[in-house]
């Protein structure tokens, strides 16, 4: 299961997918704050779904397929993940810096790939979470 990482520039390329983000974890009174941090960061014309946890076993590709909006004013127990599609690098940089001077709780970041949108989100949530546990552990 586990793919190949790869850095991601700072350029005008632009993200494989979608333009969007699938988000998880966030509290129903969280996600009109993460509207005003995508504001701050530029980015208030991408579509967000919010990822409640029933749809967990859907894979990535489905998820970023759904309407923008889908999702929103639910809750969600997920971990705490954003998933991006279709944004330029440094659009996702801009998104990296304002979540962390906004002083958000970290999320898991992934970028989707051809690979990771025929997997189910809660696969790529575990490997998310292995990951970052793997590269705290190292530090």
């Known amino acids: 299961m586990t793919g190949k990482f ?6 005008d390329q632009v993200l494989y997918g979608s333009r969007k983000l ?7 009174e969280a996600q009109p ?11 208030e014309d991408v579509p967000l779904v919010w ?5 967990g076993g859907k894979t990535v590709g489905d998820l970023m397929a759904m309407p923008g909006g889908s999702g929103e004013g639910n809750a969600s ?4 993940a954003i998933v991006m599609g279709g944004i330029a690098e440094k659009e996702m940089h801009q998104l990296l810096n304002t979540c962390r001077q906004a002083g958000m709780r ?6 989707v790939t051809p690979a990771s949108e025929k997997w189910t989100l809660n696969d790529l949530l575990k490997e998310l979470t292995a990951e970052r546990e793997a590269l705290q552990q190292r530090k």
């Open 77 to 80: 127990d997920l971990p705490r």
């Open 33 to 43: 704050k993460f509207a005003v941090v995508m504001k701050a960061a530029g980015l």
């Open 106 to 111: 970290p999320p898991l970041w992934a970028v």
């Open 51 to 55: 990822v409640v946890p029933e749809e």
């Open 6 to 11: 790869e850095k991601v520039g700072t350029g």
């Open 22 to 28: 699938l988000l998880c974890g966030f509290a129903a």
